[in-house]
């Protein structure tokens, strides 16, 4: 998916470096697969494929535990970045991007609502407080019908 297809209020030149770090260069999302969908000033969106390599139980082809662990940390992660974004609009790209060097998880709680059986899952970050050194978010993990099946809450160290 390119930049032009992923939602956002941002400049089509932070949301494509923002789309490169998610899916690229964080060479685990790749191998997960993860795909950033939207992009908001405060919030991330993304998908996730099943593929085989990431069932946990194979009698039921669930999805593995630690699948959805990582990548709920990612978006709670990236969501801080896009607050960051907004934080410094004015800086250039260059420099907004680079305050994902400083960034940590210092906190993750995940709870696992229903099995996560399916094609195809939606994930959603959003921040709910930005401070001057951490960044708090809530994330939500769904099915393909749009059930939840696991939310998450995490810290990130943003300075």
Do not use: W
């Not at 969501?79 to 907004?86: D, I, K, N, T």
């Not at 991007?97 to 709870?111: E, N, Q, S």
């Amino acid at each position: 998916m390119t930049q032009a297809q992923i939602e956002s209020p941002f400049d089509a030149e932070f949301v494509e470096g923002m789309r490169s770090i998610f899916e690229d260069k964080i060479v685990f999302n790749r191998l997960l697969g993860l795909k950033m969908r939207a992009l908001g000033h405060d919030f991330v969106s993304a998908e996730l494929t099943m593929k085989p390599e990431l069932v946990g139980h194979f009698a039921y082809n669930r999805l593995h535990g630690g699948v959805i662990s990582a990548a709920l940390d990612a978006m709670g992660g990236t969501a801080c970045m896009a607050a960051l974004g907004a934080r410094y609009i004015d800086q250039p790209v260059d420099q907004r991007l680079a305050h994902f060097m400083k960034m940590g998880t210092i906190d993750l709680r995940i709870d696992y609502l229903r099995p996560s059986i399916g094609e195809r899952f939606t994930m959603r970050a959003e921040v709910l407080r930005l401070g001057s050194r951490v960044g708090n978010t809530r994330m939500e993990f769904k099915g393909e019908d749009g059930k939840l099946l696991a939310v998450g809450s995490g810290a990130y160290i943003v300075s």
